[in-house]
T-cell receptor, first 113, second 117 residues
């Protein structure tokens, strides 16, 4: 079975700084996808960024980028120029041949002034 | 915009009651999912459905059942609610995609915070 591990339960970053959230996963599949989802306080979960395993290039979405290390099974999220609106729970997730997601336990990110 | 709605944001029920949580999506998605979210445990999949009248057990199906009579609606049923089912319940939907392979974004509802007393 696939597992997703987020080893940082909570993190804090000052506004305008850069922060990196860690995620590792375990799988025997060769074709899979990785996601970072964001859940702001009292708001709906939304997709931040997606990475396809067969693509070597790291995905980027504006201030959000990933460092995908396939051999190490690592998938970290970097947030540049952090903003107060980035305060949220961040979940790393994996999906393989099925359409269901396996989530990590989440990292609570607090952006401070 | 994809919209996934859930019937209640907050719900309080008594032990032993039968509880229905409703989820509706308006994007003609084939896949629908029910998760529960607990602090320190992340999201865990309860049940999912690939099509009308089809259902598959997720990782923690015990104590729950589901119903999908129409493509847009997916219901989660707690046959006899217990205090350990107090949690946040999230519904999600996604398209199957051309190849039927995973990787498609899941769109989430706002969640139902259920308290069982």
């Amino acid at each position: 079975a696939q597992t997703v591990t987020q080893s940082q339960p909570e993190m804090s970053v000052q506004e305008a700084e850069t922060v990196t959230l860690s995620c590792t996963y375990d799988t025997s599949e060769s074709n899979y996808y990785l996601f970072w989802y964001k859940q702001p306080p009292s708001r709906q979960m939304i997709l931040v960024i997606r990475q396809e395993a067969y693509k070597q290039q790291n995905a980027t979405e504006n201030r959000f980028s990933v460092n995908f290390q396939k051999a190490a099974k690592s998938f970290s999220l970097k947030i540049s120029d952090s903003q107060l609106g980035d305060t949220a729970m961040y979940f790393c997730a994996y999906t393989g041949t099925a359409s269901k997601l396996t989530f990590g336990t989440g990292t609570r990110l607090q952006v401070t002034l | 915009d994809v919209k996934v709605t859930q019937s209640s944001r907050y719900l309080v029920k008594r032990t032993g009651e039968k509880v229905f949580l409703e989820c509706v999506q308006d994007m003609d998605h084939e896949n629908m999912f029910w998760y529960r979210q607990d602090p320190g445990l992340g999201l865990r999949l309860i049940y999912f459905s690939y099509d009308v009248k089809m259902k598959e057990k997720g990782d923690i199906p015990e104590g729950y059942s589901v119903s999908r009579e129409k493509k847009e609606r997916f219901s989660l049923i707690l046959e006899s609610a217990s205090t350990n089912q107090t949690s946040m319940y999230l519904c999600a939907s996604s398209s199957r995609g051309l190849a039927g392979v995973g990787g498609h974004e899941q769109f989430f509802g706002p969640g139902t915070r259920l308290t069982v007393l």
